[in-house]
Nanobody
Framework: QVQLVESGGGLVQAGDSLRLSCVVSGGTFSSKAMGWFRQAPGKAREFVASISWNGGSSTYDDSVKGRFTISRDNAKNTLYLQMNSLRPEDTAVYYC?????????????????WGQGTQVTVSS
């Protein structure tokens, strides 16, 4: 049984930084692409960033490009999202997801397993 557990969310002020983590158990993390998505109240879940199985390639939504960095440590079965220069519009529940592919994906339908989410709130 594959399980994904996010952590690192919290309440911060605009301009601050946070680092989210996602620990994956029960599966072959090192051979799977991973992604981060977010969902704000009343809105659909949206793509944030995705990374290939070995970290060699990544892709970002334009709204976070240059501010957020996705990375992974395959030895620790852990995915990260470093978020800098946070804005109030980044407020959402952030989810990590695992894809049965080697390459990044931008669609929610690309992903097979999801974590329970971690809340990020950015005050102005």
């Amino acid at each position: 049984q594959v399980q994904l557990v996010e952590s690192g969310g919290g309440l911060v002020q605009a301009g601050d930084s946070l680092r989210l983590s996602c620990v994956v158990s029960g599966g072959t993390f090192s051979s799977k692409a991973m992604g981060w998505f977010r969902q704000a109240p009343g809105k659909a879940r949206e793509f944030v960033a995705s990374i290939s199985w070995n970290g060699g390639s990544s892709t970002y939504d334009d709204s976070v490009k240059g501010r957020f960095t996705i990375s992974r440590d395959n030895a620790k079965n852990t995915l990260y999202l470093q978020m800098n220069s946070l804005r109030p519009e980044d407020t959402a529940v952030y989810y990590c997801a695992l894809r049965f592919s080697l390459v990044p994906g931008r669609l929610t339908s690309d992903y097979r397993y999801w974590g329970q989410g971690t809340q990020v709130t950015v005050s102005s």
